[in-house]
T-cell receptor
Framework: DVKVTQSSRYLVKRTGEKVFLECVQDMDHENMFWYRQDPGLGLRLIYF???????EKGDIPEGYSVSREKKERFSLILESASTNQTSMYLCASSLTGNEQFFGPGTRLTVL | DQQVKQNSPSLSVQEGRISILNCDYTNSMFDYFLWYKKYPAEGPTFLIS?????DKNEDGRFTVFLNKSAKHLSLHIVPSQPGDSAVYFC???????????FGQGTELSVKP
């Protein structure tokens, strides 16, 4: 059965902190994605990766970076957290790039 | 520029009736469309998809219709059940690129 896990369900951080969000998939998928979901805005793509050590910017990459050192793991990094990065963060993986499988999400609050 | 739009933020339907969720898109290069369902505090789950070479795809109670000339797709749920209450996102992609573009979501409430 398809499984995408995210390191935390809820996270509270202070402005200026460096934040790491981890995502692991067990399906041997090449493609992995990070989104944020905000009310009225749907899911917006932050970064994605088609292969190990490869990354591409999505629609809203500012203030974020990513790391993909292993095929199964895709990390999202907030270099210096700000209050406008308070959001639900969703990780997804995909074999074909069509159907994406999502993790449960991390609700991040930046104070 | 919102390439995929769901203009109804919410929809309320009586149990047993039909739910119709709508989605419009602007990019004629999109050739694959998906619907996802999301419960609170969970990640979205894939529901149904349709390729641009088709105009209808059916899976049990769920049917997706695609009108390419109008750049419009809809999801029909018949009959609606209280467990269908969730936020529904439509998404679209081009054959090359791999990125899904999501709409804003429609919150469906099915009342017993």
């Amino acid at each position: 059965d398809v499984k995408v896990t995210q390191s935390s369900r809820y996270l509270v951080k202070r402005t200026g902190e460096k934040v790491f969000l981890e995502c692991v998939q067990d399906m041997d998928h090449e493609n992995m994605f990070w989104y944020r979901q905000d009310p009225g805005l749907g899911l917006r793509l932050i970064y994605f990766s088609y292969d190990v050590k490869m990354k591409e910017k999505g629609d809203i990459p500012e203030g974020y970076s990513v790391s993909r050192e292993k095929k199964e793991r895709f990390s999202l990094i907030l270099e210096s957290a700000s209050t406008n990065q308070t959001s639900m963060y969703l990780c997804a993986s995909s074999l074909t790039g069509n159907e994406q499988f999502f993790g449960p999400g991390t609700r991040l609050t930046v104070l | 520029d919102q390439q995929v739009k769901q203009n109804s933020p919410s929809l309320s339907v009586q149990e047993g009736r039909i739910s119709i969720l709508n989605c419009d898109y602007t990019n004629s290069m999109f050739d694959y469309f998906l619907w996802y369902k999301k419960y609170p505090a969970e990640g979205p789950t894939f529901l149904i998809s349709i390729s641009s070479i088709k105009d209808k795809n059916e899976d049990g109670r769920f049917t997706v219709f695609l009108n390419k000339s109008a750049k419009h797709l809809s999801l029909h749920i018949v009959p609606s059940q209280p467990g269908d209450s969730a936020v529904y996102f439509c998404a679209a992609k081009r054959n090359q690129g791999g990125k899904l573009i999501f709409g804003q979501g429609t919150e469906l409430s099915v009342k017993p």
